[in-house]
């Protein structure tokens, strides 16, 4: 006897009206994709209910992947046989034998299947005594169990399960449409995708790249953090912008302190409009209030003007520690620190207004027309689908 099955629940509260199908529909598919390539392994539905069949798989490698998946709330490694008591004792055991450090377990038995001649007190009751029986020095304790050993009785089998592995809850990623996000090589920005993607949304991206001010390693690292977020959802799209010229024109043209305030404006612009072009609704960025002189309020009002696009701006509350315990969680933090400079990073003016204001800043974009650049900047786009396969160039992994 052995775990055949992984028993999936989601958030049954987000299942309320017509979303509910759209919702089931895409957790299925989502799970489908990270397990498809084991030999055998099925996803199913049943009521209420989701099943991954393990065809033999060792259930620990198949647990690590559909973990990520957003809209799964809890899983449990499950047993299933036939509706038959003999059939369900032995799984009973053997559940409670899998696990260490038992001392106390509890038996919950629950029948949907009402037409099971065995009502769910007295099941309770044969497979404790049975477990009690067949064990040393464990007992049982209703109110404080190590262990809850908990089956289900339905029309088609019964399910067997105990322990229960807590997942990351959200919706399923490609049920709140795509968002635009705003990928430097930083801590924030792949935080703020993996929140948004943590809502149910589709990721693309975009990375403002100046080389030879940035180098290769700079525009790698960004695709490395683009793999790491599609172990949370698909495929991810990055888009690189040739950013340079922009850049240079506007540290030659404007203001030194209002140089910053306007290349962010600039880069909401161009990022509006590969949105028209992808058919995005919104943006996505790892701003937060207050960090640095870009994200203080007037800031905001000011570089948030050129755009009425809403912006997501997931860690807008948040700590920096809070942004980092994330980051480490989800695998970005080792590569956000990486060295390797983005262009914020080199093109800083010495001291940048901390509380930049619109009329001032159209009094002086009004000088000078960035619009054939930014044309310029949007064809010249290299788009990169980043699946969770891609192969990244050794020398580059090397390096870092
Ligand atoms: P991060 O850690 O994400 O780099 P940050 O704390 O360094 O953020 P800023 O440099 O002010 O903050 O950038 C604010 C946001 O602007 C970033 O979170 C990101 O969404 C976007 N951004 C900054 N630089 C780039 C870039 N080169 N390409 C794409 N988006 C960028
Ligand atoms: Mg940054």
């Given at each position: 006897?052995?775990?055949?099955?992984?028993l999936?629940?989601?958030?049954?509260?987000?299942?309320?009206?017509?979303?509910?199908?759209?919702?089931i529909?895409?957790?299925h598919?989502?799970i489908?994709?990270?397990?498809?390539?084991?030999?055998?392994?099925?996803?199913?539905?049943?009521?209420?209910?989701?099943?991954?069949?393990l065809?033999?798989?060792?259930?620990?490698?198949?647990?690590?992947?559909?973990?990520?998946?957003?809209?799964i709330?809890?899983?449990?490694?499950?047993?299933?046989?036939?509706?038959?008591v003999?059939e369900?004792?032995?799984?009973?055991?053997y559940?409670?034998?899998?696990?260490?450090?038992?001392?106390?377990?509890?038996?919950?038995?629950r029948r949907?299947?009402?037409?099971?001649?065995?009502?769910?007190g007295?099941?309770?009751?044969?497979l404790?005594?049975?477990?009690?029986?067949?064990?040393?020095?464990?007992?049982?304790?209703?109110?404080?169990?190590?262990?809850?050993?908990?089956?289900?009785?339905?029309?088609?089998?019964?399910?067997i399960?105990?322990?229960?592995?807590?997942?990351?809850?959200?919706?399923?990623?490609?049920?709140?449409?795509?968002?635009l996000?705003?990928?430097?090589?930083?801590?924030?920005?792949?935080?703020?995708?993996?929140?948004?993607?943590?809502?149910?949304?589709?990721?693309e991206a975009?990375?403002f790249?100046?080389?030879?001010?940035?180098?290769?390693?700079?525009?790698?690292?960004?695709?490395?953090?683009?793999?790491q977020?599609?172990?949370?959802?698909?495929?991810i799209?990055?888009?690189?912008?040739?950013?340079?010229?922009?850049?240079?024109?506007?540290?030659?043209?404007?203001?030194?302190?209002?140089?910053?305030?306007?290349?962010?404006?600039?880069?909401?612009?161009?990022?509006?409009?590969?949105?028209k072009?992808?058919?995005i609704?919104?943006?996505?960025?790892?701003?937060?209030?207050?960090?640095?002189?870009?994200?203080?309020?007037?800031?905001?009002?000011?570089?948030?003007?050129v755009?009425?696009?809403?912006?997501?701006?997931?860690?807008?509350?948040?700590?920096?520690?809070e942004?980092?315990?994330?980051?480490?969680?989800?695998?970005?933090?080792?590569?956000?620190?990486?060295?390797?400079?983005?262009?914020?990073?080199?093109?800083?003016p010495?001291?940048?207004?901390?509380?930049?204001?619109?009329?001032?800043?159209?009094?002086?974009?009004?000088?000078y027309?960035?619009?054939?650049?930014?044309?310029?900047?949007?064809?010249?786009?290299?788009?990169?689908?980043?699946?969770?396969?891609t192969?990244?160039?050794e020398d580059f992994?090397?390096?870092?």
């Amino acid at each position: 006897m052995q775990y055949d099955h992984i028993l999936i629940r989601y958030g049954e509260l987000a299942l309320k009206g017509k979303n509910a199908k759209q919702f089931i529909l895409k957790l299925h598919d989502n799970i489908h994709q990270q397990v498809k390539d084991f030999d055998g392994v099925k996803v199913m539905r049943t009521q209420g209910r989701m099943f991954v069949l393990l065809n033999g798989n060792d259930p620990e490698p198949i647990v690590e992947k559909i973990k990520n998946v957003f809209g799964i709330h809890s899983l449990s490694l499950a047993i299933r046989v036939e509706n038959d008591v003999e059939e369900i004792k032995e799984a009973a055991l053997y559940a409670l034998n899998q696990e260490t450090d038992v001392k106390t377990f509890k038996m919950s038995v629950r029948r949907t299947k009402k037409d099971f001649p065995i009502r769910s007190g007295e099941m309770n009751h044969i497979l404790g005594s049975h477990l009690l029986t067949n064990t040393e020095g464990i007992t049982v304790d209703v109110h404080h169990p190590d262990l809850e050993i908990k089956v289900e009785i339905r029309k088609e089998a019964t399910y067997i399960t105990s322990g229960t592995i807590m997942c990351r809850g959200g919706l399923p990623v490609g049920t709140s449409g795509k968002s635009l996000l705003l990928l430097s090589g930083g801590i924030d920005s792949p935080v703020a995708g993996f929140l948004a993607m943590k809502r149910g949304v589709h990721l693309e991206a975009i990375h403002f790249h100046s080389p030879p001010f940035t180098s290769d390693r700079a525009k790698q690292k960004v695709l490395d953090l683009a793999k790491q977020l599609t172990k949370y959802g698909k495929s991810i799209k990055v888009h690189i912008v040739p950013f340079t010229k922009l850049q240079q024109e506007i540290f030659r043209e404007m203001p030194n302190d209002y140089a910053m305030t306007i290349m962010r404006r600039v880069m909401f612009r161009v990022s509006e409009q590969l949105c028209k072009q992808e058919g995005i609704l919104s943006l996505t960025t790892g701003e937060n209030l207050g960090q640095v002189a870009s994200q203080t309020m007037d800031s905001m009002h000011t570089i948030n003007e050129v755009t009425n696009y809403p912006i997501l701006r997931p860690l807008i509350a948040m700590d920096k520690e809070e942004v980092i315990r994330i980051a480490q969680d989800i695998g970005t933090y080792e590569t956000s620190i990486l060295p390797y400079e983005d262009c914020c990073t080199i093109f800083v003016p010495k001291s940048p207004k901390t509380k930049p204001k619109r009329d001032k800043v159209n009094f002086y974009e009004a000088k000078y027309d960035f619009t054939p650049s930014i044309e310029e900047a949007i064809d010249g786009i290299e788009t990169i689908k980043v699946t969770e396969k891609t192969l990244f160039n050794e020398d580059f992994t090397d390096l870092f």
